[in-house]
T-cell receptor
Framework: SAVISQKPSRDICQRGTSLTIQCQVDSQVTMMFWYRQQPGQSLTLIATANQGSEATYESGFVIDKFPISRPNLTFSTLTVSNMSPEDSSIYLC?????????????FGEGSRLTVL | GQNIDQPTEMTATEGAIVQINCTYQTSGFNGLFWYQQHAGEAPTFLSYNVLDGLEEKGRFSSFLSRSKGYSYLLLKELQMKDSASYLC????????????WGAGTKLIIKP
Protein backbone atom coordinates (compact mmCIF):
# COMPACT_ATOMS: atom_id res chain seq x y z
CA SER A 1 0.00 0.00 0.00
CA ALA A 2 0.97 3.64 -0.29
CA VAL A 3 0.52 6.39 2.25
CA ILE A 4 -0.50 9.67 0.69
CA SER A 5 -0.52 12.95 2.58
CA GLN A 6 -2.42 15.89 1.20
CA LYS A 7 -2.59 19.43 2.47
CA PRO A 8 -4.45 21.54 3.12
CA SER A 9 -7.25 19.22 4.15
CA ARG A 10 -9.70 22.06 3.74
CA ASP A 11 -9.70 25.76 3.02
CA ILE A 12 -12.06 28.63 2.42
CA CYS A 13 -10.90 30.89 -0.37
CA GLN A 14 -11.94 34.17 -1.87
CA ARG A 15 -12.99 34.50 -5.49
CA GLY A 16 -10.10 35.37 -7.78
CA THR A 17 -7.37 33.95 -5.58
CA SER A 18 -5.28 30.83 -6.18
CA LEU A 19 -4.53 27.90 -3.91
CA THR A 20 -1.86 25.23 -4.16
CA ILE A 21 -2.54 21.72 -2.91
CA GLN A 22 0.38 19.50 -1.99
CA CYS A 23 0.57 15.73 -2.27
CA GLN A 24 3.33 13.67 -0.69
CA VAL A 25 3.68 9.89 -1.20
CA ASP A 26 5.75 7.65 1.03
CA SER A 27 7.24 5.75 -1.93
CA GLN A 28 8.43 6.56 -5.40
CA VAL A 29 5.74 6.38 -8.06
CA THR A 30 5.84 7.04 -11.77
CA MET A 31 2.45 8.65 -12.18
CA MET A 32 0.34 10.70 -9.82
CA PHE A 33 -3.25 11.56 -10.60
CA TRP A 34 -5.30 14.58 -9.61
CA TYR A 35 -9.06 14.16 -9.34
CA ARG A 36 -11.94 16.47 -8.57
CA GLN A 37 -15.08 15.30 -6.80
CA GLN A 38 -17.95 17.74 -6.69
CA PRO A 39 -20.76 17.14 -4.22
CA GLY A 40 -22.87 14.14 -5.18
CA GLN A 41 -20.91 13.56 -8.35
CA SER A 42 -18.39 11.09 -9.62
CA LEU A 43 -14.65 11.43 -9.54
CA THR A 44 -13.32 13.36 -12.51
CA LEU A 45 -9.71 13.07 -13.57
CA ILE A 46 -8.10 16.47 -13.98
CA ALA A 47 -4.63 15.42 -15.06
CA THR A 48 -1.84 12.90 -14.76
CA ALA A 49 1.40 14.25 -13.30
CA ASN A 50 4.56 12.69 -14.68
CA GLN A 51 7.98 13.34 -13.21
CA GLY A 52 10.23 15.20 -15.60
CA SER A 53 7.57 16.15 -18.11
CA GLU A 54 4.47 18.27 -18.40
CA ALA A 55 1.27 16.98 -16.93
CA THR A 56 -1.29 15.39 -19.22
CA TYR A 57 -4.67 17.13 -18.90
CA GLU A 58 -8.08 15.61 -19.54
CA SER A 59 -10.69 17.21 -21.72
CA GLY A 60 -12.13 20.29 -20.07
CA PHE A 61 -9.09 21.03 -17.93
CA VAL A 62 -6.25 23.35 -18.93
CA ILE A 63 -2.82 24.10 -17.58
CA ASP A 64 -3.52 27.80 -17.05
CA LYS A 65 -6.34 26.99 -14.67
CA PHE A 66 -4.79 23.95 -12.99
CA PRO A 67 -0.99 24.17 -13.17
CA ILE A 68 0.73 21.07 -11.83
CA SER A 69 4.27 20.52 -10.66
CA ARG A 70 6.03 17.18 -10.24
CA PRO A 71 9.57 17.89 -9.08
CA ASN A 72 10.36 14.32 -8.00
CA LEU A 73 8.89 10.82 -7.74
CA THR A 74 7.22 11.37 -4.35
CA PHE A 75 5.70 14.84 -4.57
CA SER A 76 3.28 16.86 -6.67
CA THR A 77 1.29 20.06 -6.41
CA LEU A 78 -1.94 21.17 -8.02
CA THR A 79 -2.81 24.85 -8.14
CA VAL A 80 -6.38 26.00 -8.61
CA SER A 81 -5.99 29.43 -10.19
CA ASN A 82 -8.30 32.43 -10.24
CA MET A 83 -10.91 30.54 -8.27
CA SER A 84 -14.64 30.95 -8.64
CA PRO A 85 -17.45 29.36 -6.60
CA GLU A 86 -17.72 26.68 -9.30
CA ASP A 87 -14.29 25.44 -8.20
CA SER A 88 -15.66 24.50 -4.79
CA SER A 89 -14.96 20.80 -4.64
CA ILE A 90 -12.86 18.08 -3.12
CA TYR A 91 -9.52 17.63 -4.85
CA LEU A 92 -7.90 14.22 -4.51
CA CYS A 93 -4.40 13.05 -5.24
CA UNK A 94 -3.94 9.38 -6.09
CA UNK A 95 -1.31 6.87 -7.15
CA UNK A 96 -1.55 3.46 -8.71
CA UNK A 97 -0.75 0.29 -6.81
CA UNK A 98 2.32 -1.42 -8.20
CA UNK A 99 2.77 -3.32 -10.41
CA UNK A 100 1.52 -0.53 -12.60
CA UNK A 101 -1.57 -0.64 -14.76
CA UNK A 102 -3.65 -2.75 -12.38
CA UNK A 103 -6.11 0.09 -11.98
CA UNK A 104 -6.15 -0.11 -8.19
CA UNK A 105 -5.65 3.38 -6.85
CA UNK A 106 -4.65 4.74 -3.47
CA PHE A 107 -6.07 8.13 -2.61
CA GLY A 108 -5.04 10.94 -0.36
CA GLU A 109 -7.64 12.17 2.10
CA GLY A 110 -8.58 15.02 -0.19
CA SER A 111 -8.57 18.80 0.01
CA ARG A 112 -12.00 20.33 0.43
CA LEU A 113 -12.07 23.81 -1.08
CA THR A 114 -14.89 26.28 -0.60
CA VAL A 115 -14.76 29.39 -2.76
CA LEU A 116 -16.81 32.37 -1.63
CA GLY B 1 -19.67 7.11 -25.65
CA GLN B 2 -18.85 6.15 -22.11
CA ASN B 3 -21.49 5.85 -19.44
CA ILE B 4 -21.74 4.27 -16.02
CA ASP B 5 -25.02 4.04 -14.15
CA GLN B 6 -25.65 3.06 -10.56
CA PRO B 7 -28.49 3.89 -8.17
CA THR B 8 -28.10 7.12 -6.28
CA GLU B 9 -29.10 5.80 -2.89
CA MET B 10 -30.12 2.55 -1.22
CA THR B 11 -31.27 1.66 2.27
CA ALA B 12 -30.79 -1.68 4.01
CA THR B 13 -31.07 -3.18 7.47
CA GLU B 14 -28.22 -4.22 9.70
CA GLY B 15 -27.52 -7.94 9.31
CA ALA B 16 -29.23 -8.17 5.93
CA ILE B 17 -27.86 -8.51 2.38
CA VAL B 18 -27.79 -5.75 -0.23
CA GLN B 19 -26.91 -5.78 -3.92
CA ILE B 20 -25.68 -2.62 -5.62
CA ASN B 21 -25.91 -2.72 -9.40
CA CYS B 22 -23.75 -1.01 -11.97
CA THR B 23 -24.27 -0.90 -15.72
CA TYR B 24 -21.71 0.47 -18.10
CA GLN B 25 -21.08 1.34 -21.71
CA THR B 26 -17.50 1.70 -22.86
CA SER B 27 -15.75 1.06 -26.14
CA GLY B 28 -12.67 -0.60 -24.68
CA PHE B 29 -13.57 -2.42 -21.48
CA ASN B 30 -10.50 -3.47 -19.50
CA GLY B 31 -11.74 -4.20 -16.00
CA LEU B 32 -14.28 -3.05 -13.45
CA PHE B 33 -13.56 -1.79 -9.96
CA TRP B 34 -15.59 -1.16 -6.83
CA TYR B 35 -14.47 1.39 -4.26
CA GLN B 36 -15.91 2.31 -0.88
CA GLN B 37 -15.97 5.92 0.26
CA HIS B 38 -17.05 6.93 3.74
CA ALA B 39 -18.30 10.48 4.14
CA GLY B 40 -15.42 12.94 4.25
CA GLU B 41 -12.84 10.28 3.48
CA ALA B 42 -10.91 9.07 0.45
CA PRO B 43 -12.15 6.14 -1.65
CA THR B 44 -10.64 2.75 -0.81
CA PHE B 45 -10.36 -0.22 -3.15
CA LEU B 46 -12.79 -3.11 -2.67
CA SER B 47 -12.69 -5.37 -5.70
CA TYR B 48 -11.61 -5.87 -9.29
CA ASN B 49 -13.28 -7.96 -12.02
CA VAL B 50 -11.95 -8.45 -15.51
CA LEU B 51 -13.47 -11.86 -16.35
CA ASP B 52 -17.10 -12.89 -16.09
CA GLY B 53 -18.19 -14.36 -12.80
CA LEU B 54 -18.19 -13.81 -9.10
CA GLU B 55 -15.24 -12.70 -6.99
CA GLU B 56 -15.72 -13.24 -3.28
CA LYS B 57 -13.80 -11.46 -0.56
CA GLY B 58 -15.17 -11.97 2.89
CA ARG B 59 -18.56 -10.31 3.31
CA PHE B 60 -18.21 -8.57 -0.04
CA SER B 61 -18.61 -10.17 -3.48
CA SER B 62 -18.50 -8.61 -6.92
CA PHE B 63 -19.99 -10.02 -10.10
CA LEU B 64 -19.33 -9.16 -13.71
CA SER B 65 -21.09 -9.94 -16.99
CA ARG B 66 -19.18 -8.36 -19.85
CA SER B 67 -21.76 -9.31 -22.48
CA LYS B 68 -24.44 -7.46 -20.52
CA GLY B 69 -22.25 -4.56 -19.42
CA TYR B 70 -23.32 -5.29 -15.87
CA SER B 71 -21.79 -5.70 -12.46
CA TYR B 72 -23.04 -5.88 -8.92
CA LEU B 73 -21.51 -5.58 -5.49
CA LEU B 74 -23.06 -7.85 -2.90
CA LEU B 75 -22.67 -7.02 0.77
CA LYS B 76 -23.64 -9.67 3.32
CA GLU B 77 -24.21 -9.49 7.07
CA LEU B 78 -24.46 -5.74 6.87
CA GLN B 79 -22.89 -3.71 9.63
CA MET B 80 -23.49 -0.08 10.53
CA LYS B 81 -19.93 0.72 9.41
CA ASP B 82 -20.90 -0.32 5.87
CA SER B 83 -22.83 2.94 5.55
CA ALA B 84 -20.86 4.65 2.80
CA SER B 85 -20.88 5.47 -0.88
CA TYR B 86 -19.92 2.66 -3.26
CA LEU B 87 -18.29 3.74 -6.48
CA CYS B 88 -18.24 1.65 -9.64
CA UNK B 89 -15.40 2.41 -12.05
CA UNK B 90 -14.49 0.96 -15.42
CA UNK B 91 -11.05 1.00 -16.98
CA UNK B 92 -11.20 1.92 -20.64
CA UNK B 93 -8.31 1.01 -22.88
CA UNK B 94 -9.56 3.52 -25.44
CA UNK B 95 -9.07 6.26 -22.86
CA UNK B 96 -5.46 5.45 -22.15
CA UNK B 97 -6.54 2.90 -19.52
CA UNK B 98 -7.97 5.59 -17.27
CA UNK B 99 -10.79 4.81 -14.88
CA UNK B 100 -14.24 6.08 -15.76
CA TRP B 101 -16.22 6.58 -12.56
CA GLY B 102 -19.88 6.23 -11.72
CA ALA B 103 -21.48 8.82 -9.46
CA GLY B 104 -21.62 6.36 -6.58
CA THR B 105 -24.40 4.72 -4.59
CA LYS B 106 -24.97 6.02 -1.09
CA LEU B 107 -25.82 3.06 1.13
CA ILE B 108 -27.67 3.78 4.36
CA ILE B 109 -27.74 1.03 6.96
CA LYS B 110 -30.53 1.13 9.52
CA PRO B 111 -30.57 -0.79 12.82
Amino acid sequence: SAVISQKPSRDICQRGTSLTIQCQVDSQVTMMFWYRQQPGQSLTLIATANQGSEATYESGFVIDKFPISRPNLTFSTLTVSNMSPEDSSIYLCSVERLPANTGELFFGEGSRLTVL
Amino acid sequence: GQNIDQPTEMTATEGAIVQINCTYQTSGFNGLFWYQQHAGEAPTFLSYNVLDGLEEKGRFSSFLSRSKGYSYLLLKELQMKDSASYLCAVRDQDSNYQLIWGAGTKLIIKP
